[in-house]
């Protein structure tokens, strides 16, 4: 799947992309009953919220047949291709729970800021790739977005440790109001099988779930194989080593799986 000239234009000038319904029902739903098997696993891949309840299973493509088709799949890899100019290799793969009633907050932060600090990865030529496996209302801790902030590069930031289970560098509240102020803030909700792209630079941020429904994204974190990062401090789940060009699937790979499947 290739972006339009209109939609590529709307990525440059926002910074990222909403295109709801990328994903059929019956391609969604064995996903997000498999996000709800893998949340249970005692694995160290699966971070969990002060409560107890699963926050996040990183690297869910190394464990799970339906997460590994979706990280190889044409109509996500295709158009990030298309946008960082070459082929890509996975930096990180997440599944964000935000599960209801205990889904914690995500400061405001660039993706793009961790990924230098952390991993010294050269470029901002990494993206994400985002699917809702369930609706995302206002309700149920939706991700914000203030659009054009992409466009300032890596904003000063300080080396969150303590609000949530998970280390982020965060952005502070004088330079949110200022962004914000100026830029607004976008909010896409949309049905399960939405997608969302969004450049490595744009600030974002999502409140806690207090209501009674889940909300499960995605993340493909995709890199430009050349722009990989040359630090390996993170552990290997959380901050991929491995380098090779993802080679997108079929398009129906996720309703009828490819038969040399090693699962
Ligand atoms: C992220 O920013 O990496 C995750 C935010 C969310 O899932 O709400
Ligand atoms: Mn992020």
């Not at 044409?74 to 990030?80: A, Q």
């Not at 600090?117 to 209302?137: G, K, S």
């Not at 969302?196 to 941020?205: C, D, K, Q, T, Y």
Request: proline letters at 9%; a positive charge.
């Amino acid at each position: 799947m290739r972006l339009t000239r209109r939609q590529f234009e709307a990525f440059r000038n926002n910074g990222f992309l909403f295109l709801p319904g990328r994903f059929k029902v019956e391609e969604v739903a064995p996903l997000r009953k498999e996000a709800r098997r893998i949340y249970k696993l005692d694995r160290p891949e699966v971070w969990r919220e002060s409560s107890g309840a699963a926050r996040t299973a990183f690297a869910a493509h190394t464990y799970s047949e339906p997460f590994r088709l979706l990280g190889a799949h044409p109509r996500l890899i295709e158009p990030v291709m298309q946008i960082l100019g070459g082929p890509v290799y996975m930096h990180q793969y997440k599944v964000n729970a935000k599960a209801a009633f205990d889904g914690d907050v995500w400061q405001w932060h660039q993706d793009y800021g961790t990924w230098k600090r952390d991993d010294h990865m050269p470029e901002a030529r990494a993206m994400n790739i985002a699917v809702f496996l369930d609706e995302v209302t206002a309700a149920n801790g939706p991700l914000m977005f203030i659009p054009g902030s992409h466009k300032l590069g890596v904003l000063q930031a300080g080396h969150d440790l303590a609000s949530t289970s998970y280390p982020l560098w965060t952005l502070d509240r004088a330079t949110i109001t200022r962004l914000a102020d100026e830029g607004g803030i976008e909010v896409p909700l949309g049905p399960p099988g939405s997608v969302i792209m969004f450049h490595g630079n744009l600030v974002h941020a999502s409140p806690p779930n207090i209501s009674p429904w889940n909300r499960t994204i995605v993340y493909l974190s995709l890199c430009e194989v050349s722009n990989h990062i040359r630090r390996f401090k993170r552990p290997e789940w959380i901050a991929h080593r491995d380098f090779t060009p993802i080679v997108p699937l079929n398009d129906d790979c996720l309703l009828s799986p490819p038969v040399n499947s090693p699962w």
